[in-house]
């Protein structure tokens, strides 16, 4: 199926556990983005990509780490998960940055 | 990027034009007004965007005052499925998008 898709759509995870979310695009778009949100902070970039093998930081990147080998996937790993990382995660897709960004879904990450 | 200000939430009766404005005082001459919405519970949305001129998609409007200072987005005809946070953001376009608190639309029957 076309579009941007998330998995999984839950996960519950121990403190310092690593943990790895997913984000697939089926556009070939060079653009894509990881953001959580939270309440009382609203939606916050984690890190971006702007091409296969380039990725940089966002307004929060402490405590993740991306990768992007193919352009299609952007997966988002939390090496040592903390009760702090404990939020919903949104990754989206762009042709470039001043094209409107396409979301997925979302994960809904509970470390306990 | 702009600062932007935004009611904190609005009412509006459904089939009626839900209008939403935006102040951004500070825009810059590179800057462009988008705006994007977020239904409970699913990824934002975007909508529409624009850098002076009036425009219009199958979702919405947007209008820009002459000066810029300010925008409002205009749901010609509200549905309860429009009922969400909307968003509307200033940035260039070499620029990622940061999301402030927005606008809470509640659409009632």
């Known amino acids: 199926d076309a579009g941007i898709t998330q998995s999984p759509r839950y996960k519950i995870t121990e403190t310092g556990r ?15 983005f990881w953001y959580r949100q939270d309440l009382g902070h609203g939606l916050r970039l984690i890190y971006y990509s702007a091409a296969a093998d380039i990725t940089d930081k966002g ?3 402490d405590g993740y780490v991306v990768s992007r ?26 042709e ?10 979302g994960t809904r990450l509970t470390v306990v | ?26 825009i810059s001459g590179n800057e462009y007004v988008y705006w994007y919405r977020q239904i409970h519970s699913q990824g934002p949305q975007y909508i529409i965007h624009g850098l002076k001129n009036n425009e219009t998609n199958e979702m919405a ?17 509200a549905t309860l499925r429009d009922t969400a946070v909307y968003y509307c953001i200033v940035r260039a376009g070499y620029s990622t998008l940061t999301f402030g608190k927005g606008t809470m639309l509640l659409v009632s029957p």
Not at chain 1, 25 to 32: E, G, K, L, R, V
Not at chain 2, 2 to 20: F, H, V
């Open chain 1, 18 to 32: 690593q943990v790895t979310l997913m984000c697939h695009q089926t556009w070939s778009h060079s653009y894509m």
């Open chain 1, 59 to 61: 307004e929060v990147p």
């Open chain 1, 69 to 94: 080998s193919k352009t299609e996937n952007f997966p988002l790993t939390l090496e040592s998960a903390t009760r702090s990382q404990t939020s919903v995660y949104f990754c989206a897709s762009s």
């Open chain 1, 96 to 105: 470039s940055l001043g094209h409107g960004y396409t979301f997925g879904s």
């Open chain 2, 1 to 26: 990027d702009a600062k932007t200000t935004q009611p904190t939430s609005m009412d509006c009766a459904e089939g009626r034009a839900a209008n939403l404005p935006c102040n951004h005082s500070t």
């Open chain 2, 61 to 77: 409007s947007l209008i820009i005052t002459e000066d810029r200072k300010s925008s409002t987005l205009i749901l010609p005809h």
